[in-house]
């Protein structure tokens, strides 16, 4: 099995409260997009594609190994990956996904979503379990669902398909979708998801406060 790792990294730092992309910001001195690919070779992925802020290909460059491949994102996570998985090597038959965002996941995750994908699933994400009561609201903010919490799961990356499959649901979507994760992707094209567990340590880092409890947790 010759896997492929696609690391989402084109994002801005807004809601970081940050001038720099999201993926250089940095955590105990080294940008996030070091870490998450730090991240998934330790889980053995080897081949790694970084998709960037069109622009910032030096800045990711200076700071990322020399045989990672650096390709431009788009405006959109959707459309970072699909720039992405073009790139791939002809050769891989799986592909990772996983968001810059998400810097000390654990190695165990990784080897947990390549196992999956070894034993033939199509399509496998780690999740976790959801602690608080759910619920869906209208536009005023009055609810309108409570679905059964043992029946959802957060949802993590790295994610791994079988590559034909990805690149097939990729090339089915419109130009402009716009989708939060590939999971979606590959189940709007109709493949089964399965799921294997995450970990509360690869929390994605999206706001100041989610930077520092990964700084806590890097010096512990
Ligand atoms: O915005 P969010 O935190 O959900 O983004 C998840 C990941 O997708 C981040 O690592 C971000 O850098 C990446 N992304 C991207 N291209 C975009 C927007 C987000 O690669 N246009």
């Keep these: 099995m010759h896997a492929v790792g696609i690391v989402a990294a084109a994002g801005s730092g807004l809601r970081l409260g940050s001038d720099l992309p999201k993926a250089l910001v940095p955590l105990a001195g080294r940008p996030l997009v070091a870490w998450s690919v730090d991240a998934l070779r330790a889980g053995g992925v080897a081949e790694i594609v970084v998709t960037v802020p069109p622009g910032r290909r030096d800045a990711f460059a200076a700071v990322l190994p020399p045989?990672?491949?650096?390709?431009?994102?788009?405006?959109?996570?959707?459309?970072?990956v699909r720039a992405g998985l073009a790139a791939a090597s002809a050769d891989a038959d799986v592909v990772l996904v996983h968001d810059a965002a998400?810097?000390?996941?654990?190695?165990?995750?990784?080897?947990?979503?390549?196992?999956?994908?070894?034993?033939?699933?199509?399509?496998?994400?780690?999740?976790?379990?959801?602690?608080?009561?759910?619920?869906?609201?209208?536009?005023?903010g009055v609810i309108t669902d409570a679905p059964a919490r043992a029946h959802l799961r957060r949802v993590q990356t790295p994610q791994g398909f079988d590559r034909a499959i990805l690149a097939a649901a990729y090339a089915a979507l419109g130009p402009d979708a716009d989708l939060t994760d590939d999971a979606a992707v590959v189940r709007a094209a109709g493949i089964p998801v399965t799921t294997v567990p995450g970990d509360e340590?690869?929390?994605?880092?999206?706001?100041?406060?989610?930077?520092?409890?990964?700084?806590?947790?890097v010096r512990r």
């Design 201 to 217: 340590r690869a929390a994605k880092v999206t706001v100041a406060h989610d930077l520092e409890t990964a700084e806590a947790r």
């Design 67 to 80: 045989d990672v491949r650096l390709v431009d994102g788009g405006a959109s996570r959707t459309a970072s």
């Design 102 to 140: 998400r810097p000390l996941t654990p190695p165990d995750v990784v080897a947990r979503v390549l196992a999956a994908l070894a034993d033939g699933q199509p399509a496998v994400v780690p999740t976790l379990p959801v602690v608080d009561t759910t619920v869906v609201v209208d536009d005023a």
